[in-house]
């Protein structure tokens, strides 16, 4: 159920990046096509710095998931299997604390930021919706930790396995 349940969250999050990953190509196409007949695309980089966001954050539990981020574990292949699986454990736990925090800190800022209404400068959007969307993108990673966590503890296989879980 917890693998279903990640998954689904997964697939919205990850096909709102793609959505949002599209419109920044579109969004730096039209740009450069316009800039060559003089008429620049106003608050392309305010567009871009928040869709830019909003795809980072919310392909960050999909790369998790998949085991797509950068692992350097030379050193930790070569211990004996517990010694591994506590380091895995240990560092779930780390990660966990690590991501809720940010995402604590991203929704507070989001509440700062829907309170004093600030916008940006150029296009004059608000700011707190990219913030929260942020909040969400690590509260989800959060959940990937911790469910990666539950899973080395009970020696069951990760999500990117080639043994998928069920």
Same mark, same amino acid.
């Given at each position: 159920m917890l693998y279903k349940l990640t998954l689904h969250i997964n697939r919205v999050l990850i096909l709102t990046a793609g959505i949002f990953l599209v419109a920044m190509v579109v969004l730096t196409c039209a740009n450069i096509f316009l800039r060559m007949v003089w008429i620049p695309v106003r608050g392309t980089f305010e567009l871009m710095g928040f869709f830019g966001a909003v795809v980072t954050s919310f392909a960050l539990g999909y790369t998790q998931l998949h085991r797509g981020h950068i692992a350097v574990? %030379?050193?930790?292949?070569k211990f004996p299997r517990g010694i591994s699986k506590i380091l895995t454990a240990v560092n779930? +736990? %780390? +990660?966990i604390l690590f991501f809720a925090l940010l995402s604590w800190q991203l929704a507070e800022k989001g509440n700062i930021l829907l309170h004093s209404g600030e916008v940006t400068e150029t296009l004059r959007i608000i700011y707190y919706p990219f913030t929260y969307g942020t909040a969400v993108g690590c509260a989800f990673l959060t959940f990937v930790f911790l469910a990666d966590l539950i899973r080395s503890l009970s020696d069951a296989p990760f999500f990117g396995d080639k043994g998928k879980a069920s």
């Open positions: 574990d %030379i050193l930790v292949r779930n +736990c %780390i +990660c």
